[in-house]
C-alpha cells in the first residue's frame, strides 16, 4: 500500500487448503552445540508473545557504550517524524569491535494496519522494517537490531537523521505504536585487531527513491578518492501498492516487453535489482517475497510474523571489480532499477568503500565484464479462461560476472564476481483455489588473486515460497483455508574470508481457516497455526535448530536441538 497512507500491507480475504510442506533440505546431523547468543530469548510456551525467529547478533565480552537515537516516542498524526541527532560515544572512541543498532517498538491493544517504519543518519538507511498488527484486546512488543559495524565511518561524527513511522490513528484504527532506538558500541580487546572497517559509508540519495514502471531507476554519482581498493553496495528494495503482492502478477500478455508500463495491472510476477556502474551491468540482488503481517490474513502472523518483515535485509552486491574504474577521480554513476516494478517499488542503497592506507593513488581497471537483462519467459501450461482460472510458468535466468585489479601498496589484486540466478513462478487458479510455487536460487562465487595466493569463496542462497488458497464443505458451512510457506536458505563454502563455511536456514509454515460471517464476508476466524524453524551451522559438524509453534495466538511449544534435521512435512 502507500507509504503516503503509512500502509505496509493489507489483509487479502480469500485463502487456501493445506499442502505438503517442501522439504527444502535434507538432514544435517551434528555433534552437541550450546544455543549462541543468535538465537533470541525462547518465548514463555501459554503466552501470546510475538516470536521473531531470526538470528540475533552476537556480541563481544567487551566493555560498551550505549547512545540513545531517540526516547519512547509515539508516532502519530504530525508526529510521525521523530528527529535525530547523534553524536558519538565519548566513553567509546574507537575503533569498535562491534556496532549494534537496536530499536524496541510497541502496539497498544485494537485494530490498526501493518505500517512502515524507516531510521536513517546523514540520509543513510540503517533500518527499514514493517509494523506488528495487533489483537483486538492486546497489543504487542518486538524487539530488532541491526549490525552496523561497516557503517562505522558515518558513526565517527555527528549526524543529523530521523525516524520515520506513518501510523494513522483513527475511531475505528485505533492501534497506537511507540518506539525507541539507541546504538551500542564494543570496544576492542586490548591486543586485538579491530575489524577492517570501510573508510566512506555513503546512501546513492539522501532519500528512499519510489521507482514504477515509468520511472525505474535510483540514478546516484559518486566522486571517490583515488587509492579505493574495494567496494560494496547494500541494497534495498521494498515492494509496495501493487508490488507488494508480486509473485501473484497474472501476467495480461505473455511477453514481458508487452505489458506497459501505463496499464493497471502487476506486470509479471518477477522482481529483481539490477546494478549498474557507468551503464555496464555490475551486480544483482533479488527482491524478498516480504510478507507484512496484514499481508493475506493477518491471522498468519500474529506471534511468529513472516520471514524479515519487522526489519528488512539489505542485499550487499560486490563491486570490487570496478574500484580501478571508479579510481580516476571523475564523477562516476551507479543505478539501481527493479525489473518488473510497476507500483511501486521503494529503493535505498548504501555505497561502502575501503581505502588503501599506504598509496594516495592506486591505479587499476576493470578487464572485463559480461551480463545481461535477466532472461525472462511466461508459459501458458493451462490456458487461462474468462473466469480467470488456468496456470502459467514464469522462467527467469542470468549471468553477471566482472573481473577487476587494482594496483596497491601490497601488489596487484585483482577480484572476481559472477553471479547465477535462475527463478520459477508456478501460479494456477481453478474453481476451488489458486496456488503459487516459486523458488529462487541465486549463486554468488568471489575470487582474489594476490602475491599471498589466491583466495575463493562461493555464497549458494535460495528463497522459496509457496502459497496455496481454497475451499471446503459445502452449503452454509464452508471453510476457507490459506496456507504460505517461506523459506530463506544461505550457505557458503571456500576458503575466505574465514576458513570457515556458515550455513543458515530459516522456514516459516502458516495456516488460516476463515468461514463466511453473517454478510457472507470471510470475517469469521476458526483457527489458525504457525511454525518456525531457524538452523544454524559452521558447515563442518555443528549445527543448532530452534523450532517455535503457535496455536490460535498462543505459543504451544518451543525447542531447542543440537542436531538440525530434516524440516518436517505437512499431512496434506
Not at 551503464?279 to 544483482?284: E, R, V
Not at 535505498?348 to 598509496?359: H, I, K, S, V
Not at 591505479?363 to 488456468?390: M, W
Not at 528463497?463 to 488458497?469: I, N
Request: aromatic letters at 8%.
Amino acid at each position: 500500500m502507500s507509504l503516503s497512507s503509512g500502509f505496509a500491507g493489507f489483509c487479502w480475504r480469500f485463502v487456501a487448503v493445506p499442502v505438503a510442506v517442501i522439504v527444502f533440505l535434507g538432514p544435517v546431523h551434528a555433534e552437541p552445540m550450546k544455543a549462541s547468543a543468535m538465537f533470541a530469548p525462547l518465548p514463555v510456551v501459554g503466552s501470546r508473545d510475538v516470536m521473531s525467529i531470526e538470528p540475533q547478533i552476537t556480541r563481544p565480552d567487551t566493555p560498551h557504550c550505549t547512545v540513545e537515537l531517540f526516547p519512547d516516542h509515539e508516532f502519530d498524526g504530525s508526529a510521525v517524524r521523530q528527529a535525530v541527532d547523534y553524536i558519538p560515544p565519548v566513553g567509546c572512541p574507537g575503533p569498535w569491535s562491534r556496532v549494534v543498532f537496536e530499536a524496541d517498538f510497541s502496539i497498544s491493544a485494537g485494530q490498526q494496519f501493518d505500517r512502515t517504519v524507516r531510521v536513517r543518519l546523514g540520509g543513510v538507511n540503517i533500518l527499514t522494517g514493517t509494523t506488528v498488527e495487533p489483537a483486538r484486546r492486546q497489543g504487542a512488543t518486538w524487539h530488532v537490531e541491526r549490525d552496523l559495524t561497516d557503517y562505522s565511518a558515518l558513526l565517527r561524527q555527528p549526524e543529523k537523521g530521523d525516524a520515520e513511522l506513518l501510523n494513522i490513528v483513527t475511531d475505528q484504527n485505533n492501534g497506537r505504536i511507540r518506539g525507541a532506538a539507541r546504538l551500542v558500541f564494543y570496544k576492542a580487546a586490548p591486543g586485538a585487531q579491530a575489524p577492517d572497517v570501510p573508510a566512506i559509508v555513503l546512501p546513492l540519495d539522501k532519500d528512499p527513491v519510489f521507482l514504477t514502471a515509468s520511472s525505474p531507476v535510483l540514478k546516484g554519482e559518486v566522486s571517490l578518492p583515488r587509492n579505493v581498493t574495494r567496494l560494496v553496495l547494500d541494497v534495498l528494495a521494498m515492494p509496495q501498492q501493487v508490488d507488494e503482492f508480486w509473485y501473484m502478477c497474472m501476467p495480461i500478455h505473455y511477453s514481458p516487453e508487452m505489458n506497459a508500463a501505463q496499464d493497471r495491472t502487476c506486470g509479471i510476477p518477477f522482481r529483481e535489482t539490477e546494478v549498474r556502474v557507468d551503464g555496464i551491468l555490475a551486480g544483482i540482488a533479488p527482491v524478498f517475497p516480504w510478507i507484512y503481517t496484514g499481508g493475506f490474513n493477518a491471522m498468519l502472523w500474529k506471534q511468529i510474523p513472516g520471514i524479515e518483515t519487522l526489519n528488512l535485509h539489505p542485499y550487499r552486491v560486490d563491486l570490487t571489480p570496478f574500484a580501478g574504474r571508479l579510481n580516476d577521480g571523475r564523477p562516476h554513476h551507479i543505478d539501481l532499477s527493479v525489473v518488473g516494478a510497476r507500483r511501486y517499488v521503494v529503493m535505498t542503497g548504501t555505497l561502502l568503500a575501503w581505502r588503501d592506507p599506504g598509496r594516495q593513488v592506486v591505479n587499476g581497471e576493470l578487464v572485463r565484464s559480461s551480463g545481461k537483462t535477466a532472461a525472462i519467459t511466461v508459459h501458458q501450461d493451462i490456458p487461462v479462461q474468462k473466469n480467470g482460472t488456468g496456470k502459467y510458468t514464469t522462467h527467469a535466468d542470468q549471468i553477471v560476472e566482472a573481473v577487476g585489479y587494482v594496483e596497491t601498496s601490497h601488489g596487484r589484486v585483482e577480484t572476481s564476481v559472477s553471479q547465477k540466478m535462475s527463478f520459477e513462478n508456478a501460479y494456477e487458479r481453478t474453481d476451488a483455489g489458486s496456488s503459487i510455487v516459486q523458488i529462487n536460487r541465486l549463486t554468488t562465487r568471489h575470487d582474489q588473486q594476490d602475491l599471498q595466493g589466491h583466495r575463493g569463496y562461493t555464497v549458494a542462497e535460495r528463497f522459496p515460497l509457496t502459497v496455496r488458497q481454497g475451499k471446503s464443505g459445502a452449503g452454509t458451512e464452508p471453510e476457507y483455508t490459506l496456507n504460505v510457506q517461506q523459506g530463506l536458505i544461505r550457505e557458503m563454502t571456500g576458503t575466505w574470508p574465514e576458513n570457515i563455511t556458515p550455513q543458515m536456514r530459516l522456514f516459516i509454515d502458516a495456516t488460516a481457516v476463515t468461514g463466511a460471517g453473517r454478510n457472507g464476508a470471510l470475517t469469521e476466524h476458526r483457527s489458525n497455526t504457525s511454525e518456525a524453524w531457524l538452523q544454524m551451522g559452521d558447515g563442518r559438524s555443528r549445527c543448532h535448530e530452534r523450532a517455535v509453534k503457535s496455536l490460535n495466538d498462543v505459543i504451544v511449544s518451543v525447542k531447542d536441538d543440537a542436531e538440525c534435521r530434516e524440516i518436517p512435512q505437512q499431512k496434506p
